[in-house]
């Protein structure tokens, strides 16, 4: 069935560094890809999607671009700031069915 | 506007008793799903609501596990009797009507512990 991997965490950096978060995923069909982050005691929130291949999905300075060929969906950001400690999950839309699943999430530590 | 509403935030109980949690989907949203959230894991389906119907409950152990959403509003999720794996985060997310799963909205969950 159709899966998500992302990196493990934490993630821990300092402010204004650079940001990466690698998600790969297997999927038949062609599932849309998201970032979901889940601040400290809130509930999950979309941060960006891309629905197709060559997407790129943008917010809050983020970006991840849909890469068929690699079947990745990687997190990015310049330059990190402490608010964006939180918990990051990559997700796929499954095209039947229009059902989200998740990655296990990565924890993301930003010192200043 | 008021966010999908979840009570309680934390519950501890004892193995083989009964918990409930509920949820207060955003106002109007006609569509309201629950999710259990293992430890380091990400959230998982249980069960999908479209008013009072529930349209996906494939993943729902059926065997102590059961939801209700009698007037298509809040809802209500139960375990009866709880194991100790049954400790995890459970979810509540609601959407609008014919809206696409990903634009839903989560609530920030219960996070029940089995002793």
């Known amino acids: 069935g159709d899966s998500v991997t992302q990196m493990e965490g934490p993630v821990t950096l300092s402010e204004e560094a650079f940001l990466t978060i690698n998600c790969t995923y297997t999927a038949t069909g062609y599932p849309s890809l998201f970032w979901y982050v889940q601040y400290p005691g809130e509930g999950l929130q979309l941060l960006l999607k891309a629905t197709k291949a060559d997407d790129k999905g943008s917010n809050k300075g983020f970006e991840a671009t849909y890469r068929k060929e690699t079947t990745s969906f990687h997190l990015e950001k310049g330059s990190v700031q402490v608010s964006d400690s939180a918990v990051y999950f990559c997700a796929l839309s499954d095209q039947n069915t229009d059902k989200l699943i998740f990655g296990t999430g990565t924890r993301l530590q930003v010192f200043p | 506007e008021a966010g999908v509403v979840q009570s309680p935030r934390y519950k501890i109980i004892e193995k083989k008793q009964p918990v409930a949690f509920w949820c207060n989907p955003i106002s109007g949203h006609n569509t309201l799903y629950w999710y259990l959230q293992n430890l380091g894991q990400g959230p998982e389906l249980l069960i999908r609501?479209?008013?009072?119907?529930?349209?996906?409950d494939s993943q729902l152990p059926k065997d102590r596990f059961s939801a209700e959403r009698l007037k298509g509003v809040d809802s209500t999720l139960k375990i009866q009797p709880a194991k100790l794996e049954d400790s995890a985060v459970y979810l509540c997310?609601?959407?609008?009507?014919?809206?696409?799963?990903?634009?839903?909205?989560f609530g920030p969950g219960t996070r029940l512990t089995v002793t």
């Open positions: 609501y479209e008013n009072e119907e529930a349209v996906d």
């Open positions: 997310a609601s959407s609008l009507e014919g809206q696409l799963s990903y634009e839903q909205y």
